[in-house]
């Protein structure tokens, strides 16, 4: 149990525009964001108590830094709904805002502390979720809805922080870490 509480040392690797690594990386997290939604779509409410659309954008951002994230949080949900129609355009905004949020907070947590913690993760979800409820409101939804969505959330965000700290772990001790020569 300690193990998964456990605090490792972490070093972001920032990518570039022109380093062509950072297209594979976030074609690949792209598509683990469009593949983790049509799994859960067919629970009921699974994309609003999952937050899958959100788990690899946090990987991506956490390990790799704000470019990598930020273009993951663009493509996923613009290609998700272009593919699959989800989420409703009526959301779109929303996804997006709270993606790019994610993406930001998750980078900057990454640079800052230089730590792998599930910690860490959950701060940044639970951050990504706060951020989202102030951006509902403030477009016109109910106080009410935004909190049953925070509430229905809660298991969401337990999985990017818990979930992400072990594919992180895992893509650390594999060695995908975006590290090598500048292409």
Avoid at 8 to 35: C, H, K, S, W
Avoid at 65 to 78: E, K, Y
Avoid at 109 to 114: I, K, N, S, V, Y
Wanted: charged share 10%.
């Amino acid at each position: 149990m300690s193990a998964l509480l456990s605090s490792l040392p972490i070093e972001q690797r920032t990518l570039r525009l022109r380093d062509l690594r950072l297209y594979g990386f976030v074609a690949a997290f792209a598509a683990g964001n469009l593949l983790l939604p049509l799994a859960v779509h067919t629970v009921p409410q699974g994309g609003l108590i999952f937050l899958p659309i959100f788990f690899c954008t946090l990987l991506a951002a956490y390990r790799f830094g704000i470019l990598a994230g930020v273009l993951t949080a663009l493509a996923s949900p613009l290609l998700n709904h272009a593919l699959t129609g989800m989420p409703p355009s009526e959301m779109l905004f929303s996804v997006l805002a709270k993606s790019l949020v994610l993406a930001a907070f998750a980078a900057f947590l990454a640079m800052r502390t230089a730590r792998l913690s599930p910690w860490w993760l959950l701060l940044a979800a639970s951050g990504m979720q706060l951020a989202g409820l102030a951006i509902d409101i403030v477009r016109g939804g109910s106080l009410a809805t935004g909190l049953d969505a925070l509430r229905l959330g809660v298991p969401g965000v337990l999985i990017m922080g818990f979930g992400g700290y072990a594919v992180l772990r895992i893509l650390a001790r594999t060695g995908i870490d975006g590290t090598g020569s500048d292409r």
